[in-house]
């Protein structure tokens, strides 16, 4: 794969955080290791 060049207004990166989330109470409902298997799965199956 050769990705094209940067166009102007690209993100180079992004980083995200729940803090903000988690400071209005917001809880995940699915654990890291389960939401990869539950991904994996999909995958899989599709």
């Known amino acids: 794969v050769n ?3 940067p ?3 690209d ?3 992004s980083v995200l955080s729940p803090a903000k989330l988690l ?3 917001w809880r ?3 654990g890291f290791a ?3 298997r539950l ?5 899989r199956a599709h």
């Open 28 to 30: 995940p409902e699915v």
């Open 34 to 36: 389960e939401g990869i």
């Open 11 to 13: 993100l180079e990166r």
């Open 23 to 25: 400071a209005h109470g």
């Open 39 to 43: 991904t994996v799965d999909h995958f």
């Open 3 to 5: 990705p094209a060049p």
């Open 7 to 9: 166009r102007p207004g």
